[in-house]
């Protein structure tokens, strides 16, 4: 039988690749990337990626220090708890009682049996929150928009995507069997096209796409998509991940910013992020939203959130609305740390949110620089390929409500000095 030529792997270019047979083992890419931390080759990567917090997640967090060996105190800058609920004792009252009074786990899907009386109230407050008629709940965004996007989307269909959407949003396109189409970033003519297109070759189309981008943190141009999509009779789905809780009077995201509540055809809207807690939802009309909760897989073939989840993300939910003052901190901080970003020298892009990337557009500083900020006291995220193109790699910073003005002074100070010493300003 003749042997198949084994396809190249990214790592053949550090590592030799022996002769023998072992390359055709499935688990060959598995043991060449150890022999490559064998080598030391991906010592700083793996020290940064992966890391271990100690103790509760809060604005300045006990992190296991790799590099040093010890348990240290960082200034957290890469987890998005946007509104810092995460660590609000109230949520985790909540949580205790809901854990007392229905046990720590749902048991099923919620279609069968992992449904409360607690669920049903989230969903209702979370439709009723941004202006739609139902909702129904994820455990993930990523399996939120798995689910949305499958059970709507099929063969003969177009999901039409943003070039730089998240990947959740890309995977849950492929997974649906329709084709996949994208468009030029932000790029409305470039939309257009493709939605003319899309309308002469396809059943039904979904435009879907970030409202806030997760590696970029600027905002899509809802309206215009919007009113395309309606011209072009195909439906929207926007992925509120990184705007719910930031964006909007009330915080409750793209939509209410730009004055849209109720007419987008759906909302997918995060409660790992700005509400601290986890899963996710969708809202819309209450028949799609029902064909959603009854089709999507994720939903059937997965257990839903816990009590004490839905518990926590409705105490969240009465602390968003109690205390706006926490969105209006949330917003000092992220246009003072533009504007000082900028003044240092810094290539920031155009972040309309509380994601800011620090650009790098370099593999080889990119690394360095991730670490002098984490030996520095910084938690921020090193971002490389594949989450990025090589060419765009950047240190992200997610910004918090609760971040005192000392935590963004040392962190700019960290950032001037990690800055200059890669050559970025
Ligand atoms: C835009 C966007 N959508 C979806 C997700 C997935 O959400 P989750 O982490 O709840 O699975 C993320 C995640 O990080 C995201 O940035």
Request: hydrophobic share 40%.
């Amino acid at each position: 039988m003749e042997v198949l030529q084994r396809r190249e792997h990214p790592l053949d270019k550090v590592i030799e690749v022996p002769a023998d047979n072992s390359q055709h083992d499935l688990f060959y890419k598995a043991q060449q990337f150890h022999e490559g931390i064998r080598k030391g080759l991906w010592e700083t990567e793996l020290y940064l990626l992966e890391r271990t917090v100690v103790g509760p997640l809060k604005d300045r967090s006990i992190v296991r220090d790799h590099f040093s060996g010890n348990d240290r105190e960082m200034i957290m800058m890469g987890g998005n708890d946007y509104l810092g609920l995460g660590s609000d004792p109230r949520l985790a009252e909540a949580a205790i009682e809901a854990i007392r009074k229905y046990g720590t786990g749902t048991h099923g899907s919620s279609i069968l049996t992992g449904q409360t009386d607690l669920h049903l109230a989230l969903e209702e407050r979370l439709a009723h929150m941004v202006g739609c008629e139902a909702a129904t709940l994820f455990t993930s965004g990523y399996a939120a928009n798995l689910g949305i996007i499958s059970s709507l989307a099929g063969e003969g269909d177009a999901v039409i995507n943003d070039t730089i959407n998240h990947a959740s949003i890309i995977d849950g396109s492929r997974f649906s069997g329709a084709t996949f189409r994208t468009f030029k970033h932000n790029n409305v003519k470039h939309l257009e096209k493709v939605l003319q297109e899309c309308q002469a070759e396809y059943q039904g189309s979904l435009v879907a796409i970030d409202a806030v981008f997760s590696m970029d943190g600027d905002i899509a141009p809802v309206p215009e998509i919007a009113e395309l999509a309606r011209h072009y009779g195909a439906r929207l789905m926007i992925d509120e991940a990184h705007s719910t809780g930031v964006l909007g009077e009330h915080g409750w995201g793209s939509c209410e910013y730009f004055g849209l509540e109720g007419k987008v055809d759906l909302v997918m809207g995060s409660l790992s992020k700005g509400v601290g807690v986890l899963g996710a939802f969708v809202a819309g009309p209450k028949e799609i939203v029902h064909f959603i909760r009854i089709n999507a897989r994720p939903r059937i073939f997965s257990y839903s959130l816990t009590a004490a989840h839905v518990a926590a993300i409705l105490k969240a939910l009465d602390i968003i609305e109690q205390e706006p003052e926490r969105r209006a901190n949330l917003w000092r901080n992220i246009n003072y740390m533009h504007r000082e970003l900028r003044n240092l020298g810094f290539d920031i892009g155009n972040p309309h949110s509380a994601i800011i990337p620090v650009m790098v557009r370099s593999d080889k500083k990119l690394w360095p620089m991730g670490r002098m900020l984490q030996e520095m006291g910084i938690f921020c995220n090193v971002i490389a390929y594949p989450a990025v193109a090589p060419e765009k790699t950047r240190i992200r910073l997610s910004l918090r409500a609760t971040h005192s003005m000392a935590d963004l002074d040392e962190t700019l100070y960290a950032f001037e000095k990690a800055g200059k010493a890669a050559g970025l300003i």
